[in-house]
């Protein structure tokens, strides 16, 4: 017997139909007003790029009750994809463990006031329901003797079977077979 451990970076979006059970209004409300304030401060100020989330903390009209439903709700995005993953992986892998989870509403927008659709990919980009999800997957395997590199694209495939039903979008942003 074998264990193969496998390194996985995923960006998951949760479902809108799932997220509204849990919310009293879309998640998107957010991320369309945190977009239209980045804009209004970056043509006040002509900064040439948006600020990330926590910048707004800092400024005095931006209400913190905004500030704040965006932390809890993407507290709720990152809990409700780390029950989704476990699971759902749990029966596929001996052990799935999580390294970090981040939401990536929170991160500087890599998107500039030039663009012709900037306030439309600000406002999904705001929007607290995308998690970069890093975590281990471990699996167990008979033929020991082997040393080859199918764990890597076996687990892939595994979690893509599995998890692709439960989210609005994944992506796979690395992957690495670990050496056990």
């Not at 849990?22 to 239209?36: M, R």
């Not at 979690?159 to 942003?173: A, C, G």
Request: proline fraction near 4%; glycine fraction near 2%.
């Amino acid at each position: 017997m074998r264990f193969d451990k496998v390194l996985m970076t995923i960006d998951v979006q949760l479902k809108a139909k799932i997220l509204q059970q849990y919310l009293p209004c879309s998640a998107n409300i957010i991320g369309l007003t945190l977009a239209e304030i980045a804009n209004e401060y970056e043509k006040e100020n002509i900064t040439g790029y948006y600020p990330a989330i926590e910048f707004f903390k800092t400024l005095d009209h931006v209400d913190a009750d905004l500030i704040t439903s965006a932390e809890q709700v993407a507290w709720l995005v990152s809990k409700l994809a780390r029950e989704t993953i476990e699971s759902k992986l749990r029966p596929i892998f001996s052990s799935v463990q999580f390294q970090s989870i981040q939401t990536l509403a929170f991160s500087l927008p890599n998107i500039r006031p030039k663009q012709s659709n900037a306030i439309e990919l600000l406002a999904g980009h705001y929007t607290p329901d995308k998690v970069k999800i890093e975590l281990i997957l471990t699996m167990m395997r008979r033929d020991s003797e082997v040393e080859d590199d199918r764990a890597e694209p076996y687990a892939r495939k595994m979690m893509f079977r599995w998890l692709q039903p439960e989210f609005e979008d994944i992506i796979v942003t690395s992957s690495k077979a670990l050496n056990a």
